[in-house]
Structures are given as structure tokens and as C-alpha cells.
């Protein structure tokens, strides 16, 4: 039986924010490597004034194909252009490499049939970093031929990662509306920040991508994507991305998930797909 998150509408906005982090201790499988770390986390406050967020819409610049086989959990661009793809399910994860116009892998590595590939990043040093979902494991490969490069661990699920200021800092979120920011070398928390609309949190974050200073944030079952301010987690823009496949490609399809900007394109151009979509688009975000 296939596990898969299903499509719904709307975004949904929690009463109370969910918290980050589970109860299960880290362990470090035989043979990997682990960093224990002792810092101090800092939690940055959600705003209680309501600020009403931009309203935006994506044009199609270009499109690409897609794997239909992929469920992508994470997309990013290193920054000679190379496209890099976290894939998702039980049996089916992996990491790859991808043809960015022709959607071609030119590399794939599998995953362990016991983890789930999630959200994936560049560190400062230049390797991939691999969350993986209910098993506490962040996994570290090389960019240039895949190789494994050992493994971290964190409490609670993984779900989005992206690399922030210049790779100084990676983020994390894991379906709830907070924001974890980890040292990009010893994974060790640095900050929390709850992300807000309106002064509500937002819950269901998941795919990430920091941009020029913002945080683009998938919520997970909708159609949504959030623009935040990741020093406040104060949301600034709310984009509409419906529309962007048609009602027989919906059909094969599962959820909107993976953001990626491409170095030298303009700050408000996007990649973006989907678990299962036969399409990656080349959009720009404008105002609705």
C-alpha cells in the first residue's frame, strides 16, 4: 500500500502553533557519524498586530517535464546551475541529479528501503544535506557524484530544508508553523522563529526555499505558497499557484511541493513542481 499525502483545499491556519521537535532521542545508526553539540536556542516572538499579506500569482515563463515517478519532497539549484531532487515513500526515495531543461536524471542514488527521503539543502561546505521523515536522520552527500558523507540526527520530523545567508545557516520545518534554523555544520538548533498570517500561525509548512532575504514555504495540501520573513516568521505574501496543471494531468498527480531558484535568474523566479508531476514551471511572482 502506497503512502502518499493527499490533495486537499485551502490553507489551513491553526489556533495554536504545533510544536517542533519530538519526544524520541536521537540515535546514530552503526557506522555513521553524529555531532552532539550543546547550544543555546534562541525563539524569535509572532507578531500580534495583524498585517495584511500581498496578495500574488505566478506566471509560466517556461516549463519543463518532470519524472512522474518522482514524489518530490525537496528541489534546489547548486550554484553552477546543477539541479538536485529529493524523492519520498518507503521503498521509492533517493537523491538525484536532474537535466534542469529536459528533466533527464543523470544520477540517482537510492535511499535505504526504511527511510523516507524529505527536504534537501547545500551546506557551507558544498555537501547535500537529506532530511528524512519519522527517522531522525539527516543524511549528507557529496554534490559531485552522490557519495554518502555520513549521517546527523534531530528529534521530530523532517520535512522542508533550505540553506539560508550565503549557507551560513540551514532551515527547517517539520508540518507545524515553526521555522528551525541548525548550524550547517553540527546541525545543532540556533533559533526558532512560529510563522504568522495575520497574527494566526500557519501550520503545514514543508518544501522551503530562501531567496534574497525571504523564505518561500509550500503549505502541504493546499495550493499555496508562503513568502516569510524568516527574522519575524511574519508571512508578506501569499501566492496563488493553482491552475498550473490541467484536469487530466491533477488526475496522476499528487500534491504542489518543490521550490527552487536558479542562480542569476531574478530574485522573484521560481522552479516549481509537484509529488508526481509530469511538469516543472519556470514562473515569476507578481501581484494578484
Known amino acids: ?4 499525502r493527499s490533495l486537499a483545499a485551502g490553507l489551513v491556519l ?29 525563539t524569535t516572538a509572532p507578531i ?15 516549463t519543463h517535464p518532470h519524472d512522474t515517478a ?10 553552477h546551475g546543477a539541479l538536485y531532487e529529493s ?36 551546506s557551507a561546505d558544498g555537501t547535500l544535506v537529506q532530511l528524512t521523515w ?16 555520513g549521517t546527523q540526527t534531530y528529534d521530530g520530523e523532517g520535512w ?37 498570517l495575520d497574527a494566526a500561525p500557519v501550520t503545514q509548512l514543508n518544501e522551503l526555499e530562501a531567496v534574497d532575504g525571504v523564505i518561500w514555504a509550500n503549505v502541504w495540501q493546499t495550493d499555496q505558497i508562503m513568502r516569510i520573513d524568516p527574522t519575524t516568521g511574519r508571512v508578506t505574501g501569499v501566492v496563488d499557484a493553482s491552475g498550473l496543471l490541467s ?20 530574485a522573484d523566479r521560481l522552479w516549481v513542481t509537484g509529488k508526481y508531476w509530469p511538469t516543472m514551471f519556470e514562473v515569476d511572482v507578481v501581484p494578484a
Not at 500500500?1 to 502518499?4: G, Y
Not at 491533477?250 to 535568474?265: F, S, T
Request: some cysteine; hydrophobic content about 35%; glycine content about 10%.
Open 1 to 4: 500500500m502506497r503512502q502518499t
Open 14 to 42: 491553526a489556533v495554536a502553533a504545533a510544536g517542533c521537535g519530538g519526544t524520541d532521542p536521537a540515535t546514530v545508526e552503526p557506522g555513521t557519524s553524529a555531532v552532539t553539540t550543546t547550544t543555546t536556542v534562541t
Open 48 to 62: 500580534t498586530t495583524p498585517v495584511t499579506a500581498e496578495r500574488l500569482r505566478l506566471n509560466v515563463a517556461a
Open 70 to 79: 518522482a514524489f518530490t519532497e525537496g528541489l534546489l539549484f547548486d550554484d
Open 87 to 122: 524523492t519520498g515513500q518507503y521503498g521509492e526515495s533517493s537523491i538525484r541529479r536532474v537535466e534542469p531543461d529536459t528533466g533527464a536524471v543523470l544520477e540517482t542514488v537510492a535511499l535505504d528501503p526504511t527511510l523516507f527521503g524529505e527536504g534537501l539543502a547545500m
Open 134 to 149: 519519522k527517522e531522525h536522520r539527516a543524511l549528507r552527500w557529496t554534490a559531485d557524484g552522490l557519495t554518502p558523507g
Open 160 to 196: 522542508g530544508l533550505t540553506d539560508d545567508a550565503a549557507g551560513s545557516r540551514l532551515v527547517m520545518s517539520n508540518g507545524s508553523s515553526t521555522l528551525t534554523f541548525r548550524d550547517p555544520t553540527t546541525f545543532a538548533v540556533t533559533r526558532t522563529v512560529e510563522v504568522t
Open 247 to 266: 484536469a487530466t494531468q491533477l488526475a496522476g498527480a499528487d500534491v504542489l511541493n518543490g521550490i527552487a531558484h536558479r542562480p542569476g535568474d531574478p
